[in-house]
């Protein structure tokens, strides 16, 4: 009888012992997962509230400048810091351009905000970009811009 109650006790505390490791090794993984599943919703949420449209753009065939008026329509607001982290891009039937943020070579962009003031692009606000190419040859482009979470709008002119 003794025999079976210590062996009964040996079996119970190996159970725990292996419960108890066996929640240690899933617990950080689980927490883990929600934090990833966490911090997807949070982008998710930013891409959702942020939204841009083009409202004009003027090639200024003279000077090879080409002004892109863009407007912030999201309900959310746009640190104007994280404006170096957005790309546009200039397409056309023979030429590709990448402009660098405030390169000191061409191709290049840069923006100033026109009708707000402060350190975020809020909403209703206009970015006026300039953008400095060697060349503006006559032909139509396609600019498209993006964000920095993703966001884009596309529109076409002609020159």
Same mark, same amino acid.
């Given at each position: 009888?003794?025999?079976?109650?210590?062996?009964?006790?040996?079996?119970?505390?190996?159970?725990?012992?292996?419960?108890?490791?066996?929640?240690?090794?899933?617990?950080?993984?689980?927490?883990?997962?929600?934090?990833?599943?966490?911090?997807?919703?949070?982008?998710?949420?930013?891409?959702?509230?942020?939204?841009?449209?083009?409202?004009?753009?003027?090639?200024?065939?003279?000077?090879?400048?080409?002004?892109?008026?863009?407007?912030?329509?999201?309900?959310?607001?746009?640190? *104007?810091?994280?404006?170096? &982290?957005?790309?546009? +891009?200039? !397409?056309?039937?023979?030429?590709?351009?990448?402009?660098? /943020?405030?390169?000191?070579?061409?191709?290049?962009?840069?923006?100033?905000?026109?009708?707000?003031?402060?350190?975020?692009?809020?909403?209703?606000?206009?970015?006026?970009?300039?953008?400095?190419?060697?060349? *503006?040859?006559?032909?139509? &482009?396609?600019?498209? +811009?993006? !964000?920095?979470?993703?966001?884009?709008?596309?529109?076409? /002119?002609?020159?």
């Amino acid at each position: 009888m003794a025999k079976e109650v210590i062996t009964s006790a040996i079996l119970v505390i190996v159970s725990v012992i292996a419960a108890v490791t066996f929640v240690n090794a899933i617990l950080p993984s689980v927490y883990g997962l929600s934090e990833s599943y966490s911090s997807v919703a949070r982008n998710m949420e930013d891409q959702f509230k942020t939204d841009i449209d083009i409202i004009f753009i003027y090639p200024d065939g003279n000077t090879s400048t080409v002004y892109v008026w863009i407007k912030n329509v999201g309900s959310s607001n746009v640190p *104007l810091s994280q404006l170096q &982290y957005c790309d546009i +891009f200039i !397409l056309s039937s023979s030429n590709y351009w990448n402009p660098g /943020f405030e390169s000191a070579s061409n191709p290049s962009w840069e923006y100033t905000l026109e009708n707000g003031d402060g350190d975020t692009w809020n909403r209703g606000e206009t970015i006026k970009a300039a953008i400095e190419l060697d060349a *503006l040859p006559s032909d139509i &482009y396609k600019i498209t +811009f993006f !964000l920095y979470n993703g966001v884009s709008t596309s529109d076409t /002119f002609s020159v």
